[in-house]
């Protein structure tokens, strides 16, 4: 009779044993330059393709057929990064997202700031700010009350130098931040913060920030403008100039992920570091949810963090990565020459 510790022992790791093999009946784990590990798991999770010489229809239905243990290791890795497979386009980008069969979330019926175009029906470019230009980390559209439960990214092109997309598991940085600064922590989670940008009448491509009223909120006029902003129970305040700030309700900083496990799930990071053009102050950008601010200090530990934990991916053309848009953070460094990094959203939990 085998003990029930050991039973349990040995049927988690003939799991274990079963995702690694059933994966490299297409695709083998390696190691990828700056890779993380957090007790044993590493971070992201990098799959190259064993099959060199298979077609993308076969890549599609064995990516379809290992969905689940794949979605599973994603849970636990935070984003695994696919290289080596075969795609080109956006359009076999597209399939290789739809082997997934998840629901879609749209660019168009999000709030993101950022301005992009569609390639193709669930496809878009990455934010179009200028290659000088650093994203900060954040979570996607966590300064809105939507956001998407994935993303997939798609290096079409790399850049001559730089334009790695950084990645940093947000579970981590809440852990290490709560050892370093608790009473910030507790402020969080307590208050929530309020964002506040402001937005053009017409998009504005050289800035992070520059997605035009119009398009972040599929009204057509001021009053469809203010019905939308209404019913997500925003503040508005109407500038001369045409351009529109806003005030987003009190949001989470802090969320439940999984098994007890919580994550520093928010854009204070990026709203701190970066929302800065010609609309927009970093200083105006954030508050805690009853108005109070956010000190500098504290922000200070978070961004020293975020960098110490953050692994760089480095593009080259073909490579897919998707990414946990709950556990894990994202940005993009920025680059010499030309990049084309194009991105695909998911909806859910
Ligand atoms: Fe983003």
Not at 34 to 48: K, M, R, S, T, Y
Not at 317 to 346: F, K, T
Request: net charge negative; with cysteine.
């Amino acid at each position: 009779m085998i003990p029930l510790f050991f039973a349990t022992q040995l049927l988690t790791n003939s799991i274990q044993f079963t995702i690694e093999v059933s994966v490299n009946s297409f695709a083998q784990k390696f190691n990828v330059s700056g890779q993380q590990d957090f007790a044993g798991v590493e971070f992201p999770l990098a799959l190259v393709n064993s099959k060199k010489d298979a077609l993308l229809p076969e890549i599609l239905s064995k990516l379809a057929l290992h969905r689940d243990e794949l979605l599973k290791q994603l849970s636990t890795h935070g984003a695994i990064l696919f290289r080596g497979f075969p795609l080109v386009t956006a359009e076999d980008f597209d399939q290789f997202i739809s082997a997934f069969d998840l629901p879609n979330f749209t660019y168009s019926e999000s709030l993101s700031n950022a301005v992009r175009t569609n390639r193709t029906e669930k496809v878009f470019t990455a934010n179009e700010a200028p290659a000088s230009v650093s994203i900060f980390l954040h979570h996607e559209m966590a300064q809105t009350p939507v956001y998407p439960a994935k993303l997939f990214f798609f290096c079409e092109q790399a850049a001559n130098s730089g334009g790695a997309t950084p990645l940093c598991r947000s579970d981590i940085l809440l852990d290490r931040l709560k050892e370093l600064d608790p009473e910030f922590v507790s402020l969080c989670e307590g208050l929530g913060v309020r964002y506040s940008n402001t937005m053009p009448e017409l998009d504005d491509a050289e800035s992070g920030q520059g997605r035009s009223w119009h398009s972040t909120l599929s009204a057509e006029s001021k009053e469809a403008a203010e019905f939308k902003l209404q019913e997500l129970g925003y503040a508005w305040e109407w500038l001369g100039s045409g351009d529109l700030r806003v005030t987003s309700p009190i949001l989470p900083a802090v969320k439940d992920f999984a098994n007890g496990r919580k994550v520093f799930f928010n854009q204070l990071i990026a709203a701190f570091r970066g929302w800065k053009d010609s609309r927009n102050e970093k200083s105006r950008a954030i508050t805690f949810g009853d108005g109070s601010e956010i000190s500098l200090k504290s922000m200070t530990s978070v961004i020293a963090l975020s960098d110490e934990l953050s692994f760089d991916l480095p593009w080259q053309a073909g490579d897919v990565a998707l990414v946990d848009n709950y556990l894990v953070m994202h940005g993009r460094r920025p680059y010499e020459g030309q990049r084309r990094v194009l991105a695909s959203l998911v909806a859910g939990r």
